[in-house]
């Protein structure tokens, strides 16, 4: 993979490798990512970015930031009240979340990872999301979002672990599934605008990764 | 830049003055020596504001706040704390509801549950440890003064922001893998 093999790609050697996965990471599925692949590839360790992960807290994936980054937030939407509470927020109670969450002003990112968020917002949401992120991001900022496009997917957002190899362990965090939304890719586009889609990859088991940039 | 001998000591600071995070060290019980730190002990509850110029140990409970900007605190197994925490090193091996903030880190160990936001240049997340909230690594010590709901803001470095990746300009594409 190239952010391994660039020398002035991002160290990864406090990574997992998939082998090193333990009994207590609940079997998780393991995937390439050519999108982060390509993302960290990219950036350039002189420069180093502010990160926002959207995503749990995990300590392998706070390592790896902390490598290629100036500053660090990881914010899970859902907090307390769950993905059912945040779902259940209308438009101005969601807006109002995202500014005591991520207030407007504060240094901008330079990379934002949703992960597979997108999938489980409703209505206005997706919309407001992007709209808010681009507030708080670089012009320029890269955002990476995975869709679900094929069969069935985890019913809450999953916890995915960033490992050595450009790979991705995915890990569920309910058993339960439900119907993989499978949007046409130009409403992705129209869901994260004003961030344009430049690049989007087409993986086996159904997962479409986006990269988009703050425009 | 990646060099080989950043693989041998992975915390090793750059010269771009990253933030680094050390791997989880241990997860037995952080209990201070007599005479280390201050303890309050199982049976013991207290509402209000602890200050004071000393270590920290708490076993008991706590509802209030906790600051001790210049020196460790650390929340026991059997330590339950309601309160946002302000400590050089903090500690977490019991319950926390409240805001975290390290000068220089918070480590959440293995048993610990947390419920607030961290904010800290580096933090420690043990496997099995539970936490609801958001993390700030933002690379400078929390400042006073800010609504505690507020990030801090980071020093940036006074370079220009980073253009966007050069493979990633000017076209959509799209490939299957």
């Known amino acids: 993979m190239r952010w391994l093999r660039k020398s002035q790609a991002v160290p990864l050697t406090a990574l997992k490798t998939p082998a090193e996965l333990t009994e207590r990471d609940e079997s998780p599925t393991v995937h390439d990512s050519p999108a982060l692949t390509e993302i960290f590839g990219n950036l350039d360790t002189d420069r180093p970015v502010r990160v926002l992960d959207l995503g749990p807290a995990l300590q392998t994936n706070l390592d790896f930031y902390t490598k290629i980054a100036n500053g660090v937030r990881i914010v899970p939407l859902q907090r307390n009240d769950g993905l059912e509470g945040l779902q259940q927020l209308d438009a101005e109670a969601f807006a109002a979340r995202l500014d005591r969450l991520l207030p407007i002003g504060d240094d901008a990112f330079g990379l934002v990872l949703m992960w597979d968020l997108l999938n489980y917002l409703v209505d206005e949401q997706p919309s407001l999301l992007a709209h808010h992120l681009a507030a708080v991001a670089e012009r320029g900022a890269s955002i990476y979002v995975m869709i679900f496009t094929a069969g069935t997917m985890p019913r809450e957002p999953s916890r995915y672990e960033l490992l050595a190899g450009g790979r991705l362990a995915y890990r569920p965090t309910t058993r339960r599934r439900t119907a993989a939304p499978d949007p046409p890719p130009a409403k992705v586009e129209r869901w994260i605008k004003p961030f344009r889609v430049e690049r989007s990859f087409l993986l086996r088991h159904g997962v479409r990764e986006f990269i988009a940039v703050n425009a | ?177």
Request: no cysteine; glycine share 10%; net charge neutral.
């Open chain 2, 1 to 177: 830049m990646w060099k080989k001998d950043d693989e041998s000591n992975p915390t090793a600071n750059t010269s771009s003055g990253m933030i680094t995070a050390p791997r989880p060290t241990s997860a037995k019980p952080v209990v201070p020596a007599p005479g280390e730190a201050a303890t309050i002990g199982r049976s013991i509850t207290i509402r209000g504001d602890v200050t004071g110029d000393e270590d920290l140990y708490i076993q008991g409970r706590i509802e209030g706040t906790i600051n001790l900007k210049q020196h460790s605190v650390t929340v026991g197994p059997e330590g339950r704390v309601k309160a946002n925490i302000k400590g050089r090193m903090v500690t977490i091996e019991g319950e926390v509801d409240g805001d975290v903030r390290g000068q220089e880190q918070v480590a959440l160990r293995s048993a610990s549950k947390v419920n607030g936001d961290i904010v800290a240049p580096r933090v420690v997340l043990e496997d099995g440890a539970s936490f609801l909230g958001s993390i700030d690594m933002s690379g400078k010590a929390p400042s006073e003064g800010k609504q505690e709901s507020k990030p801090t803001v980071t020093e940036r470095p006074k370079t220009d922001p980073i253009p966007p990746p050069s493979s990633l300009t000017n076209k959509t594409s799209t490939a299957k893998v």
